[in-house]
């Protein structure tokens, strides 16, 4: 039996994947990637996550894509790749470029979660500015406060975060829960607290536009 997703050829031979649309995203991403999937309706869109600590170990990220592209594309129509830069030093565009795959634009998620034009505008102003995504306030422990050492050297605070002036938690949904967690952070690292709601940003048009790609 030949699986739904497939179709004929003339030949009768199945051709595997058609239209069918692999993201290869950040770990990072997963819940907002899998919230605008169920929002759209965009069934025909899979998704493979690598994990989300490699953004701890940035020279790491454009291997491991490359490797999954290599394992899936012969399944797939289309695959995407849903990084930014995230500290690769434009290696990852340099080889998606190669691999023929399209990947988001921007430096990293802060960017494109507030929209790439918006953000760049803050940039000249903000640069003294700390963020948080909704993924990053859950997992702030994890991601942040542990792997700095501030858990066991709290003097460290000054070294790392000595010259930022404020927080800003990028909320991708209203949650109270989240924003009380995001305040909290910004007391433990001692920075002025700000909230701004920027929904999906870059993100949602972009998959939108993959979706009907």
Not at 13 to 37: D, F, P, T
Not at 65 to 88: H, I, K, P, S
Not at 135 to 148: H, N
Not at 191 to 208: K, S
């Amino acid at each position: 039996m030949i699986p739904e997703d497939d179709v004929l050829t003339e030949s009768g031979v199945a051709l595997r994947g058609h239209g069918r649309i692999l993201l290869i995203a950040c770990g990072a991403l997963a819940h907002e990637v899998l919230a605008l999937k169920r929002m759209n309706g965009w069934d025909h869109m899979d998704l493979q996550c690598l994990p989300a600590n490699l953004h701890l170990y940035p020279a790491r990220i454009t291997a491991e894509v490359a490797r999954v592209v290599g394992e899936v594309r012969a399944d797939y129509e289309q695959v995407f790749v849903l990084y930014a830069d995230c500290g690769t030093g434009g290696l990852l565009f340099a080889r998606c470029k190669e691999l023929g795959v399209e990947m988001l634009q921007g430096p990293h998620c802060y960017s494109f979660f507030e929209g790439n034009a918006g953000f760049l505008e803050r940039s000249e102003t903000e640069f003294t500015a700390f963020y948080l995504t909704d993924f990053l306030v859950r997992q702030f422990d994890a991601f942040v406060w542990r792997p700095m050492g501030l858990d066991r050297h709290p003097q460290l605070r000054d070294l790392y975060f000595g010259n930022y002036t404020k927080l800003v938690y990028q909320a991708q949904t209203n949650d109270p829960a989240l924003d009380a967690k995001a305040e909290d952070c910004a007391r433990r690292l001692g920075l002025a607290y700000e909230r701004r709601f920027t929904g999906y940003g870059d993100l949602a048009i972009e998959m939108t536009r993959m979706a009907g790609a």
